[in-house]
């Protein structure tokens, strides 16, 4: 399952909405999550319908970069790679 998304203005590195698309997973198209602590995305159909959700795991350290990357003055703004725990309906 690969995420494509983008934080909208005035997100912080603590607290942030993230939503975008899904590919990889037939039947899901897109996710939102609130990327804070323990936080539980939720992934959606094409037609807007739940389904499922999934669970933002502290990555790589090339994730860990990133966040840390996010507190500089000059912000981070590519890619990283993270990992996730899924639960989709049978």
């Known amino acids: 399952m690969s995420f494509e998304g ?3 203005v005035g997100s912080s590195c603590a607290l942030f909405l993230n939503f975008g ?10 996710y939102f999550d609130t990327g804070h602590g323990a936080s539980v995305g939720v992934l959606y159909d094409p037609t807007g319908n739940v389904a499922g959700t999934f669970q933002p795991l502290i990555p ?10 996010c507190a500089a003055a000059d ?10 725990s899924s639960q989709l309906p049978r």
């Open 6 to 8: 983008r934080l909208p």
């Open 21 to 30: 698309t899904v590919s990889g997973v037939p039947g899901v198209t897109g």
């Open 60 to 69: 790589s350290a090339e994730a860990e970069d990133a966040f840390h990357a």
């Open 75 to 84: 912000r981070y703004t590519g890619r990283r790679a993270f990992s996730s």
